[in-house]
């Protein structure tokens, strides 16, 4: 049985200065195990050099009558298929694609270690704000934390300070 405890020990957190928010979001499969303190982007992926990639969304058109030179899709159970037409059909609703890019940026900190399947996304459990150690968080091995990185996170409500 214990009589008495030690209350004069203090544990320090290395990586938390002030906790904030904690949320769950899906980390992109096939990345290993991703450690506490690791910065995810805004797709779930240990941060690091950052590839653009392709977003292709719909848009209602607001054409009035056809365009011969564009492409126009109609929508069934959020299926979108091109429509052989050659003028606009009464009571048909059509649609555009829109192409844009994306860069990830970062947006989480990893609350614990996480083991991502090489198959599916799994869940993690990230900060989505608070105040964190830099020297403790963690990128990809041939990434070196930016100021824009810290730009990203200051923006969705992470902040990093030097260790005091």
């Known amino acids: 049985m214990l009589m008495s405890k030690d209350h004069t020990s203090v544990v320090y957190d290395n990586l938390v200065i002030e906790a904030g928010t904690v949320g769950s979001i899906q980390l992109q499969k096939g990345q290993g195990t991703l450690k506490r303190g690791a910065v995810l982007d805004s797709n779930g992926k240990l941060l690091g050099a950052r590839t653009p990639s392709l977003v292709e969304t719909f848009v209602e058109?607001?054409?009035?009558?056809?365009?011969?030179?564009?492409?126009?899709?109609?929508?069934?159970?959020?299926?979108y298929t091109v429509a052989s037409i050659s003028e606009f059909a009464d009571g048909t609703t059509y649609y555009e694609r829109v192409s844009s890019?994306?860069?990830?940026?970062?947006?989480?900190i990893l609350c614990d270690d996480t083991e991502t399947e090489d198959n599916t996304t799994v869940?993690?459990?990230?900060?989505?704000?608070?105040?964190?150690?830099?020297?403790?968080?963690?990128?990809?091995?041939?990434?070196?934390?930016?100021d824009?990185?810290?730009?990203?996170?200051?923006?969705?409500?992470?902040?990093?300070?030097?260790?005091?």
């Open 101 to 108: 890019t994306s860069i990830p940026t970062a947006a989480y």
């Open 148 to 164: 824009q990185d810290i730009n990203d996170l200051r923006k969705v409500g992470i902040f990093v300070e030097d260790a005091q």
């Open 123 to 146: 869940t993690g459990i990230v900060y989505k704000s608070g105040t964190f150690v830099k020297n403790s968080i963690i990128v990809a091995s041939n990434y070196e934390l930016t």
């Open 61 to 79: 058109t607001k054409d009035e009558t056809y365009d011969p030179s564009k492409t126009y899709f109609t929508k069934s159970n959020s299926t």
